[in-house]
């Protein structure tokens, strides 16, 4: 690095090389280059490969169960950017849990919670999965959010046959042996919800919009094919946002400029924030404007504010304003163990599925054995879900409804549709 | 249809300039701090997120005990976000950057550290999940010159703040015998030291000042996006881009530097989908910064 022509002090005699500050330039700048490249590899991390899991040789793995009590595992990001959404989920399971032991446990056993922070680092997960799996060898794990996570530790638990209920909406074109699936996939959030938007507000024309990684754009390419071979319609445009993106005036500009019939948004995070609020303060409400997301739940609506998103939709199995005697307990022992404030999303729903599938799994295997556990979980149903009733399909996923709420300013939503159940398709003919 | 583009056109024009009024509002600190003293401050975000949740606690504040506060908050909010940083500020100098001046290596490990410490004590404080001030009603909405346009209110409060405070800095740094001495010890501390100037006192006050400025992007930042234990991490790459990019000495090149890339962002962005338009920003941050590695503007210093 040549330093002739850089500012250099003036000094008397004192001959120092490079001046503190040339060389913190030079350094900074090779930090912001770091920091992007790393930003980006984060991002390329999130959207790992789709695999189609084989069935991996199962390795023998004794199980630490006692005469009266069961070990599970709890695989969460208690810490980290992903804390914000994984809270509801951890308080769900813990939730479930003290419920299943008061009322005797499973087969007699109290279930203990061995809980594992997964820090929002995707190698941590796979880590403390082999940890769970191997050292403390729990009958069952609880956890994981995002896909990247649940991608990193899915060869861990088919090679150590461990057992993961995973909660979280996701993009499908996943199936393993070791995996439930008790969030929905993207065939059961996606395709009622345009139909509805297509039959109840007449939409053909569409504006899609995604933060940019694999859950959005997975899911924005079967709501294509849908809209453009069974509805008839066009896609206007179809826009991506890196995550964590705050500035969404020349989004908002094109919206204004296509003037689609409805916009179908499945923003994230913080983003989500910005883009609703700025959304607002361009004067894009839903007094002229349709937009159906699949992104917003009552998680995320207390970040954005209720008044921001008043009047826009959004396509969910669970609202917590269900109205049916089991969500109304469910509420009530949510709110008794949290806090009257507490909000309860799609996704601590189904988190709070999780214990209860694999009580009911137990039960009928008549043992805590992985296999005998996977065998018999096909078909089970769950009457006393909040949202209503469930089924395992013989794909893991679930059988279940898609609800469409609307938001209101106090950040609940008024429920105004609901599917019959749907079947859960991970690998959707036709649709990739 | 000619009248819909015109519309467009005003309020992408807008639109690009409110996004170089929040760069340049999130650099204008760092611009000091880095610029002026050296110092890699890598908790510069975390600053802004002080800035941000005091707001957030004011509104909450307001809310409870004081309703008739509500319309006036933000406005004291701002006043308080900048004490508190700056505050705070002062006494991460005196405990931890001060002896680090001469290992700018040193800096950049010890305040990630620090940023790091500063997020989790926000994940203790306030929780985990990202929380939005309630904003009073007279930032919310738009200004419609004509029926197709909107202006939104927001973005013009964030556009005023940065005017102001730029100037404000400015004229500090131009005008009164602080900004003198600054300038001298960033061109030559030793000679700055003979002439008389405190330079620690410089450098105390002048890392408060750039982490109280901080403290105010942040409460000006609530009204467009959330404020979460991390949120400031968000911004601090685009900070350090626009100021190594604007040529880290000169506070002219800092806004010359936020205007270019605002604009860029904005335009690429209409044409192409925004994470293309972002990787093409930066290409040619890098390609020119490969041509001029000092930035854009370099202040003449006799070699």
């Not at chain 1, 991506?240 to 969404?248: A, D, E, M, R």
């Not at chain 2, 467009?8 to 701090?33: D, E, R, T, Y």
């Not at chain 2, 506070?251 to 972002?278: C, D, P, R, Y």
Request: proline fraction near 3%; charge should be negative; charged fraction near 15%.
């Amino acid at each position: 690095m040549t330093t002739h022509d850089r500012p250099q002090p003036f000094h008397a005699g004192i001959d120092i090389p490079l001046s503190r500050r040339t060389w913190t330039v030079g350094l900074a700048q090779a930090l912001v280059a770091t920091l992007f490249v790393g930003g980006l590899a984060g991002g390329c991390s999130k959207s790992g490969e789709t695999l189609e899991s084989s069935a991996a040789a199962a390795t023998p793995r004794g199980i630490a169960v006692t005469d009266t009590e069961v070990t599970v595992g709890q695989l969460h990001s208690a810490t980290g950017t992903m804390a914000i959404s994984e809270t509801g989920s951890i308080q769900a399971e813990q939730l479930a849990i003290a419920q299943i032991n008061a009322a005797g446990g499973i087969l007699g056993h109290q279930i203990k919670i061995i809980q594992e922070d997964g820090a929002s680092d995707w190698p941590t997960f796979a880590e403390k999965a082999q940890k769970l799996l191997v050292n403390d060898r729990v009958a069952s794990v609880f956890g994981c959010w995002t896909s990247a996570s649940r991608k990193a530790v899915l060869p861990v638990f088919e090679k150590e046959n461990g057992l993961l209920y995973y909660p979280t909406f996701y993009e499908g074109l996943e199936q393993s042996k070791n995996v439930f699936y008790t969030g929905q996939e993207a065939t059961q959030q996606i395709i009622a919800g345009l139909d509805w938007l297509h039959k109840e507000k007449g939409a053909k024309n569409f504006f899609l919009i995604g933060s940019d990684y694999i859950w959005p754009r997975t899911s924005n390419k079967i709501a294509r094919k849908h809209i453009e071979n069974v509805l008839k319609g066009t896609v206007v445009d179809e826009q991506y946002y890196p995550l964590g993106h705050t500035q969404f005036g020349s989004l908002i500009n094109k919206i204004k400029l296509k003037k689609p019939d409805a916009v179908y948004a499945i923003v994230v995070g913080g983003s989500n924030v910005s883009f609703y609020k700025q959304l607002n303060a361009a004067g894009v409400t839903a007094e002229n404007q349709t937009l159906l997301t699949i992104s917003v739940t009552e998680d995320e609506l207390l970040g954005i504010g209720g008044e921001n998103m008043v009047g826009f939709y959004a396509a969910m199995k669970y609202f917590q304003s269900l109205d049916n005697p089991n969500n109304t307990a469910f509420v009530e022992a949510f709110k008794a163990k949290y806090g009257e404030a507490s909000v309860i999303g799609d996704v601590t729903q189904a988190a709070y599925l999780g214990p209860w599938l694999w009580k009911a799994a137990v039960e009928k295997a008549g043992s805590f054995d992985v296999d005998k556990v996977v065998a018999a979980s096909p078909g089970i149903e769950l009457t006393t879900a909040p949202e209503g009733y469930v089924k395992i399909h013989e794909n893991h996923h679930l059988w279940s409804k898609l609800r469409i709420g609307q938001v209101k300013a106090d950040g609940q939503f008024t429920v105004l549709y609901e599917s019959e159940l749907i079947e859960p398709d991970p690998f959707p003919e036709g649709y990739q | 249809m000619n009248s819909d583009l015109f519309s467009i056109l005003v309020m992408q024009s807008f639109n690009g300039l409110s996004n170089f009024c929040v760069l340049l509002l999130m650099a204008l600190g760092l611009a000091i701090i880095f610029g002026q003293m050296g110092i890699i401050n890598m908790a510069h975000g975390e600053f802004l997120t002080i800035g941000a949740y005091t707001t957030y606690v004011m509104s909450v504040v307001s809310q409870t005990w004081a309703p008739w506060l509500l319309d006036a908050y933000f406005l004291l909010a701002i006043i308080l976000a900048f004490a508190i940083a700056a505050g705070i500020g002062l006494l991460v100098e005196r405990l931890m950057v001060r002896h680090l001046y001469e290992r700018p290596l040193d800096s950049l490990l010890a305040t990630w550290g620090l940023s790091l410490i500063m997020q989790q004590v926000f994940r203790s404080t306030f929780g985990a999940r990202e929380v939005s001030p309630t904003l009073p009603g007279w930032l919310m909405g738009s200004v419609r010159p004509t029926d197709m346009i909107d202006i939104p209110i927001n973005g013009l409060v964030v556009m005023g703040l940065t005017v102001v405070l730029t100037a404000a800095v400015l004229l500090a740094l131009f005008r009164t015998r602080w900004g003198i001495e600054v300038r001298a010890t960033t061109q030559n501390r030793v000679m700055a030291g003979a002439a008389g100037i405190d330079t620690r006192r410089v450098d105390r006050l002048t890392f408060a000042l750039g982490c109280g400025l901080a403290g105010i992007a942040g409460a000006a930042f609530t009204t467009i996006g959330s404020t979460g234990p991390t949120s400031g991490g968000l911004y601090i790459v685009d900070t350090f881009l626009v100021v190594v990019f604007g040529g880290a000495e000169s506070l002219i090149g800092t806004i010359a530097s936020a205007f270019a890339i605002a604009q860029a962002q904005a335009t690429t962005e209409f044409f192409m989908t925004g994470s293309t338009a972002k990787v093409l920003t930066l290409l040619t941050v890098i390609l020119i910064l490969m041509a001029r590695p000092e930035g854009l503007f370099t202040v003449k210093v006799r070699k």
